[in-house]
Nanobody
Framework: QVQLVQSGGGLVQAGDSLKLSCAASETSFSNYVVGWFRQAPGKEREFVGA????????YYADSAKGRFAISRDDAKNTAYLQIDSLKPEDTAVYYC???????????????????WGQGTQVTVSS
């Protein structure tokens, strides 16, 4: 059972940057795909991006390309989501999730991630 603990959210101004962290209890964390999702008030949870095992590749939703960057430090069992030039529409609860299965295009599918962080609120004021 992998436990994911998130940190780094908060209240920021439009244009600021933020880096969210997702720390895993699993020592073989490098074998897990890590996805990032977000859920805005009144909206469904949406895929933001993901990073493959051993940093083999990153994938982003079209809406996240350019301002979002996902990375991982497997020595620290931690993944990161960097968000630059934050906009009010980025306001949401952000979740990290992990899966040990091989994923192709299904990397965007939240149901395929069995392990989830507790979520962290990001609020962007204009």
């Amino acid at each position: 059972q992998v436990q994911l603990v998130q940190s780094g959210g908060g209240l920021v101004q439009a244009g600021d940057s933020l880096k969210l962290s997702c720390a895993a209890s699993e020592t073989s964390f490098s074998n897990y795909v890590v996805g990032w999702f977000r859920q805005a008030p009144g909206k469904e949870r949406e895929f933001v991006g993901a990073i493959n095992r051993n940093s083999a590749g990153t994938y982003y939703a079209d809406s996240a390309k350019g301002r979002f960057a996902i990375s991982r430090d497997d020595a620290k069992n931690t993944a990161y989501l960097q968000i630059d030039s934050l906009k009010p529409e980025d306001t949401a609860v952000y979740y990290c999730a992990a899966s040990d299965r091989t994923m192709g295009l299904t990397i965007k599918t939240s149901a395929l991630y069995p392990y989830w962080g507790q979520g962290t609120q990001v609020t962007v004021s204009s």
